[in-house]
């Protein structure tokens, strides 16, 4: 195998687990789940790590070193930042298959897969215990309760290697050693793109629609995403500066497939006491042209951290139809 590309090396260490549930009651999720799972995660993890018991984070002293905070906060840590943006990227994702059922009956299984990044990656113990608090809230609007059975991690990114860390009747998790960026295969001339999950791109402060979706929309918004994620959870930002690599994005053309569409999805906001809407683009699309090589590192890699706005609900995942690219579930 080839040493990774100096692109590859400049990301922050990614881990995939996927928790083992069973529905201890019947469970009903919504058409989308990822509100409903990243709820119940927070929910655990705040009642599992918070010490001082204050009804926000906003002033608390531990706001910068509780793992709740920064898991699900993650709050800017320099003033120049917290000015340009109210939180920073979380350092999570959530998968949830598209084909992920709906009505769950008592002692199925129901299958949850996360993504986490950099420093988080240690705290999936946490993690553990706030997953078995939410497992007693119960999920869904039907409040089913479900329990963990047990957790795996995918060895080696990509290779749907996964491997037993965590079982519940044992009660012991255990760590593997953070592996590294699989080598990219050679570039291809055409790269296919799934968009498994709504994607939510911005321009200029506007939502992105499949009619205006362009090239450097996609592009700009990656680089973006994973510029962000290296500066604050370990990489090298540099690589991904648009400075370097707009040139490149202006001869990458895009061709949209026929089912390329606007899925329209609403959660409810606790915070907000209200429904929020979050739909975004599904469906394939095309990159082709001689500026893509200078994206193939950054294109592989955003599979296992999603683009654009609601990666932790587990929007903006894709998958790269190629063959040895896309991460299998």
Request: glycine share 12%; aromatic share 8%.
């Amino acid at each position: 195998m080839e040493d990774p590309s100096p692109a590859e090396r400049a990301l922050p260490q990614v881990a995939r687990f996927r928790f083992l549930l069973q529905a201890l009651e019947p469970v009903r999720l919504p058409p989308y789940a990822g509100s409903v799972w990243r709820g119940l995660l927070g929910l655990g993890l705040r009642r599992a790590a918070c010490v001082t018991r204050q009804p926000s984070c906003e002033g608390c002293l531990l706001r910068h070193a509780c793992v709740y905070s920064l898991v699900f906060e993650s709050p800017a840590t320099e003033p120049a930042e917290a000015r340009r943006y109210k939180e920073l990227p979380h350092p999570f994702a959530l998968e949830i298959p598209p084909a992920a059922a709906r009505e769950i009956d008592r002692g199925e299984p129901i299958l949850l897969g996360i993504t986490l990044i950099g420093p988080a990656i240690g705290q999936m113990p946490y993690l553990i215990q706030a997953m078995q608090i939410a497992g007693q809230h119960g999920a869904g609007q039907s409040r089913g309760r479900f329990t963990v059975l047990a957790l795996e991690r995918e060895a080696n990114l990509g290779q749907a290697d996964w491997l037993r860390v965590y079982e519940a009747e044992q009660g012991a998790y255990t760590p593997l050693a953070v592996s590294g960026f699989p080598p990219a295969p050679p570039v291809p001339d055409v790269v296919q793109i799934c968009l498994e999950t709504p994607l939510r791109l911005k321009r200029q402060g506007h939502l992105v629609g499949a009619a205006e979706l362009d090239a450097h929309d996609l592009l700009r918004n990656l680089c973006a995403r994973l510029a962000l994620l290296a500066r604050h959870y370990g990489g090298v930002p540099d690589a991904f500066d648009w400075g370097r690599l707009g040139p490149p994005a202006e001869s990458v053309e895009i061709e949209k497939g026929p089912g390329l569409h606007w899925l329209d999805w609403t959660r409810y906001s606790g915070r907000q006491h209200g429904t929020m809407k979050m739909g975004g683009l599904v469906g394939e699309l095309r990159l082709r042209g001689p500026g893509l090589a200078a994206f193939w590192p950054a294109l592989r890699h955003g599979q296992w951290v999603h683009l654009g706005k609601g990666t932790s609900f587990g929007l903006g995942a894709y998958r790269i139809e190629s063959p040895g690219s896309a991460p299998p579930v």
